[in-house]
């Protein structure tokens, strides 16, 4: 498969796309906010039609605020329209609680590194 185009700059945030047989995964690192979120949000829309499955690492996302979160539920509805998965993966414990707080855990399916399901 051949690798997806590097994504625009973002001040704040840095992908790292991976695209792999059974899904494009994508490393999120430093911060999720508002000046980031609709960048992010339309750069990871791209990926749906061309996959499956996204994957979000964010192992390495410092920080999400509340636009971050909602680019996240947007996301998760376009890829559910578009007959894609999308899950998270390495959750901080700042954003597995933001997700706690919100109930919006149980939305996004978690899984452990690479795809290990997490108890």
């Known amino acids: 498969m051949s690798a997806s185009p590097t994504p625009p700059p973002m001040t704040g945030l840095n992908l790292r796309v ?3 047989v059974d899904a494009t995964i994508v490393v999120c690192t430093a911060r999720l906010t508002a000046t980031v979120a609709p960048q992010f949000r339309a750069h990871i829309s791209e990926l749906v039609p061309r996959t499956k499955r996204v994957v979000l690492d964010l192992s390495a996302l410092t920080f ?3 636009s971050g979160l909602g680019s996240l ?10 007959g894609c998965g999308l899950e998270l993966i390495n959750l901080s414990r700042h ?3 933001l997700l706690g707080l919100t109930n919006l855990l149980s939305v996004f399916e978690s899984c452990g590194q690479y795809f290990t399901k997490m108890p």
């Open 73 to 82: 539920v947007s996301l998760y509805v376009t890829a559910h329209r578009g």
């Open 95 to 97: 954003v597995r609680e």
């Open 18 to 20: 991976n695209p792999d």
């Open 64 to 66: 999400m605020d509340s």
